[in-house]
């Protein structure tokens, strides 16, 4: 079934908005704590968007306990 979008389209714009923020804090990513999120381009159509958590964020340290 298809509602004739053009899937490829809306994929490829999400890698220009990647590109546009690319490198610049994002406010947000996370409830419990002033988070800010960056995009860091890997490689082309490539992106990786990492979720920045405060120091004292119980959110980060819930999902880190017992891995040290
Ligand atoms: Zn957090």
Redesign the pocket.
Known sequence: MSNGRPFRRSHRSMGDLFSQVEDQPIPGG?D??N?FQTVTTIDTGIHSLTVH??DW?P??RSRYAGTN
């Open positions: 996370c419990a704590c988070a958590h405060d964020c959110l980060l």
